[in-house]
């Protein structure tokens, strides 16, 4: 036996089989053992599932899990992991569903044995097993157990468990493609699901509501504002999901907010549509839903997730409905994606491709991030290329084909054609380069590679169709080049060009058909019919030298093995050769051949792929794909918006709480009221607050308690006495104003702010809380404080200018209510002449990229000697550059500008001492300016410091514990960038400015003006 030496082979076969081979080496003799495995196959794993130990059970159910992650078949395990479905132990239990789960729908008949273990499993009081419970259940495919699928699902969507809730939306789908008839019965529970407060919940019934019943647009009408405020706290996917939904919605329920843009692609019928649609709105303004402002607002914050899936949506939802001035929110989101692997670079730049077909100006700060990479793939570069080409204008050009000529030098072949047909597209958009671009092209004629050489061909025979006359030179150039190119599409684009433009070059063209004549037969199927078509063209225009030649080309096209180019042989032939039998038609070859044909439009494979919604298969494809829904024209008048609106309990009416949480300091207020029992307490604040609740819930209230509630509130209207209570303590960081008699609604909305007019926080809380009125038509009640100062007027038409018309005008600082991004601007006119001014308005409003104006209502009339006041909104997207526009009369019109100093550019925001150090913590190196400057003698105390730079900036005053620091703070009106200031007093009227901001060039500007006010 020693002497014996083995080698052991082993080798699998298809049917299973070991083979095992013992040579031996001394005698030559091989015995081959070949058995089947199956029998025998995982006998340690069932013993051990077998056992009476859940040790052994859990170690043999971690191994087959691990088997089944692995991708091996366990299948035929399937018998003895069954029979541990009801194991005490839950560790065991959770993995014996998960196997389950997995095997169920292919070991049908084993699984319906222990249905009944399953069921009992949906009471279990374990969330995790009632839920793996469901999910093994609606993995059965037997039509049999539909009742008791569905009884499970609606007794899950009851269900405390949210997880358990969860796993019941991800069965509804399963049961309604078992069985399609259950779709009334699932929309009742999909209902009820919808109106789940869990943010688990909320992706997957909206996952199953897509599945099941997209149509019913009506479902999401009551849970509409929910989803918008769940949005940022719900799983990724379902984050996905959700928006997408939101994106269809939006589109049947709100109007188009760029109704009043006109694209320059779009054909007559569709501008004459949209002139329409603009006079419409020219007589009813467009003002944005506040629901449409809420679902962008809210998604916003998610153009920052790690997922590129969600940025992905967001961007499709912007895109989708969002003002055409907002949108370019998303290009910065997008471009970061382009870091991403080459799967996500691929989805990212077949979206970026069609949105700058419609949306260029957004992409073209990033032209450099399109740039290509040797390492990027085929795929990915000819992506970038088509962004590079749809992006390029006269500004770029040269930058772009600079980088194109380096492109050609590549060994990616498919990528110099790519390359070579954007230089094409680039010279036909834009005439001033074409000739450059031809130019470079003929040069490429003389390349070594053949492949180069034919692309340029064929994109300099598009181009020649637009100058013919202009480039015969290049024509005999290229008439050279049929003894050499041998690429099919290559010659046919030079003989269709000769015969085209024959009359350019009539000493070549006929040896060329002598030459193509010689080698017909060898031709390939598309060069040989431009060789007819150059033989047809020259007999009509020089039959005497092309007589011969012709019939020569026709007779050996009698008898090709195409019959596509028998067929074009014949037809010519009767065509230009009559006969008798000829009909009239050959009185018509010169019209038929020798018309004057259009030049080609280079076109984008991108521009007509936006009627799919971004981001879908059907996008990505360029063709309609299986479940895909289209995505709805906007509605051409506003549906009902109250269809959104919550209906509002009873017990909430009567006397409210309302907490303000954006203020930084933290006070308690009581309007004066006349309730039984009220006391000037803080507990009494909370009685009051209990009562009133207890009392509006007891049922309605009868005519006479409503007119003496009436009759109360008259007379605390016509009280001016405010009663200031206790602070409360910081850490409850709110502010608590009870309201007599007012209805709040149930529905979360933004909590009202408090709007300084022209205001900021003193350190002393009593001085800050002087002057506050509560009445009924204004809810955020305005803090009025010392700090008073006029507003600065600035002239916008002399009276001299404007002949006799005076316009001044000045920022209000307070918050222009059709869009909190636009700056408030209050105009006042002044009719110094003798006649009546009629018709004042805007027209031909002239702005930067990214601006946007809110004109002021035209005023009909303004008398002579009388004044007038507008308010109109411009959004100058946090810069001081001017918005220039007409101002017109009746008969006259005046060029006018309004340029913001940066300290308008801003709004107040309340901080807190400790939230004023984090943020500013958060903003240092070069986001910080400081600046040392004296003082002068009369701003030398804080109440002058706060006065002078609250007029150089609208900002609100930080509460600050030390005497010699006053500290301001506000975001920009446009981005909400916070701008942080501090002033540090030193002794002799030595001080320091600190300004903190998130965009350099706002601190730079506010540093300057905060100096010269300070320091004047």
């Not at 007794?155 to 049961?175: C, F, G, N, Q």
Request: glycine fraction near 4%.
């Amino acid at each position: 036996m020693q002497s014996l030496k083995h080698d052991f082979i082993t080798r699998s076969t298809p049917s299973a089989c070991f083979c095992v081979c013992f040579i031996n080496k001394t005698n030559c003799a091989v015995d081959y053992f070949c058995f089947l495995f199956s029998p025998h196959r995982h006998d340690d794993l069932k013993e051990m599932l077998d056992s009476n130990k859940d040790s052994l059970k859990l170690e043999a159910m971690k191994r087959i899990v691990a088997m089944i992650a692995r991708g091996k078949n366990a299948s035929d395990l399937f018998p003895a992991v069954v029979k541990n479905v009801a194991c005490k132990n839950i560790e065991v239990k959770k993995l014996v569903y998960v196997y389950l789960v997995r095997y169920a729908e292919e070991q049908q008949d084993l699984a319906l044995l222990s249905i009944s273990t399953f069921q009992r499993g949906l009471k279990d009081p374990n969330q995790l097993i009632r839920a793996s419970a469901l999910r093994v259940l609606s993995s059965i495919r037997v039509t049999i157990i539909v009742p008791i699928m569905m009884l499970a699902i609606k007794e899950a969507a009851s269900d405390m468990s949210p997880y358990v809730r969860k796993t019941a939306a991800h069965a509804i789908p399963k049961l309604y493609s078992l069985d399609p008839e259950q779709k009334d019965q699932l929309i009742e529970v999909i209902e009820k699901l919808l109106a789940d407060k869990t943010t688990l919940v909320a992706g997957s019934v909206v996952m199953a509501f897509e599945e099941v019943c997209p149509e019913r647009i009506d479902l999401i009408h009551k849970n509409y504002r929910k989803l918008c405020n769940l949005l940022i706290d719900v799983e990724e996917w379902g984050q996905v999901v959700i928006i997408n939904m939101l994106t269809r919605y939006a589109r049947t329920q709100f109007l188009n907010p760029n109704i009043n843009d006109e694209d320059e692609d779009d054909d007559e019928k569709e501008k004459e549509k949209k002139a329409e649609a603009a006079a419409m709105a020219k007589r009813k303004p467009y003002v944005m839903d506040p629901d449409h402002r809420l679902l962008l607002r809210n998604t916003k914050p998610l153009l920052q997730s790690r997922n590129a899936a969600v940025v992905m949506a967001v961007a499709q939802l912007y895109f989708h409905l969002a003002p055409k001035a907002e949108v370019g929110v998303i290009a910065k989101a997008l471009v970061r994606l382009l870091r991403s692997h080459s799967e996500v670079q691929f989805v990212v730049l077949q979206n970026v491709a069609t949105m700058t077909i419609k949306r260029r100006g957004m992409f073209e700060p990033y032209l450099k991030s399109f740039y290509i990479r040797s390492t990027d793939p085929t795929q990915i570069k000819v992506l970038k290329l088509e962004v590079l080409t749809n992006l390029a204008n006269e500004t770029n050009i040269s930058t772009i084909l600079r980088e194109f000529q380096t492109y050609i030098k590549s060994m990616d072949k498919d990528f110099v054609a790519a390359t070579i047909q954007a230089i094409g597209r680039c010279a036909t958009n834009i005439g001033e380069v074409r000739d450059t671009c031809l130019n470079g092209l003929v040069q490429l004629l003389s390349n070594r590679d053949e492949l180069v050489v034919a692309e340029s061909v064929v994109v300099i025979k598009k181009l020649l169709q637009m100058q013919p006359e202009k480039h015969s030179d290049i024509i005999k150039h290229m008439a050279k080049l049929t003894d050499n190119i041998q690429v099919p599409m290559a010659r046919a684009s030079i003989l269709w060009l000769i015969g085209e433009y024959c009359e350019h070059v009539p000493k070549i063209a006929p040896d060329v058909l002598r030459k193509m004549a010689k080698s017909f037969t060898n031709e390939e199927d598309i060069v040989k019919l431009q060789i007819i078509n150059l033989a047809a063209k020259l007999y009509l225009t020089n039959s005497k030298q092309t007589k011969l030649l012709t019939q020569y080309v026709l007779n050996l096209a009698k008898y090709d093995q195409n019959y596509d180019i028998r067929d074009r042989a014949r037809f010519i032939r009767q065509l230009i050769v009559p006969t008798e039998k000829s009909g009239a038609l050959s009185k018509y070859a010169k019209k038929l051949f020798l018309a004057l044909k259009p030049a080609p439009v280079l076109e984008s494979p991108f521009k007509d792929r936006d009627h799919f919604q971004l981001g879908s298969l059907s996008h990505l494809l360029n063709a309609k794909a299986g479940g895909y829904q289209e995505l709805p024209d906007w509605p051409e008048a506003a549906p009902d918006p109250s269809v959104r609106n919550v209906e509002v309990k009873e017990s909430v009416r009567a006397v409210g709480t309302v907490t303000y949480r954006d203020t930084g300091a933290l006070w308690v207020f009581r309007g004066p009221q006349k309730m039984e029992g009220s006391e000037e307490s803080d507990s009494a604040t909370a009685s009051d607050s209990r009562s009133g609740s207890e009392e509006s819930g007891s049922g309605s209230e009868s005519e006479s308690e409503e007119d003496s509630e009436s009759e109360e509130e008259e007379e605390e209207k016509k009280s001016k006495k405010k009663e200031l209570k206790k602070p409360v303590q910081e850490s409850e960081r709110c502010v608590c104003v009870q309201f007599a008699g007012l209805s709040l609604p149930v529905e979360p909305a933004p909590s009202p702010q408090v709007t300084p007019v022209n205001t900021l926080l003193s350190n002393s809380l009593v001085t800050d809380l002087e002057g506050l009125s509560l009445s009924d038509s204004v809810l955020s009640p305005a803090v009025s404080t010392p700090h008073v100062f006029a507003l600065k007027n600035y002239e916008l038409l002399h009276r001299i200018t404007g002949e006799g018309l005076t316009v001044e005008y000045c920022f209000s600082r307070q918050p222009f209510s059709p869009d909190a991004n636009m700056v408030a601007v209050q105009l006042q006119f002044t009719n110094n002449s003798s006649s009546d001014t009629k018709s004042l308005h805007m027209e031909d409003v002239k702005l930067q990229s990214g601006m946007r104006v809110k004109e002021f209502p035209e005023i009909e009339l303004l008398p002579a000697g009388e004044t007038a006041s507008a308010v109109m909104g411009i959004d100058f997207c946090d810069s001081t550059q001017a918005a220039n526009f007409q101002l017109c009369t009746h008969t006259k019109k005046f060029f006018v500008s309004i340029q913001p100093p940066v300290g308008e550019l801003m709004r107040t925001v309340f901080l807190t001492e400790n939230e004023f150090k984090k943020e500013q913590g958060q903003l240092m190196g070069m986001n910080e300016i400081t600046e040392k400057l004296t003082l002068d003698a009369r701003c030398r105390n804080e109440h002058a410091i706060v006065q002078r730079v609250t007029a150089a900036a609208n900002l609100s005053r930080v509460p600050c514990g030390s005497d010699k620091e006053c500290r301001f703070a506000g975001r920009t009106v446009t981005s909400s960038s916070l701008v942080l200031v501090t002033v540090a007093t030193r002794e002799e009227g030595a001080a320091q400015l600190t300004v903190n901001c998130e965009k350099m060039v706002i601190g730079t500007m506010l540093v300057k003006d905060i100096l010269l006010a300070l320091t004047q």
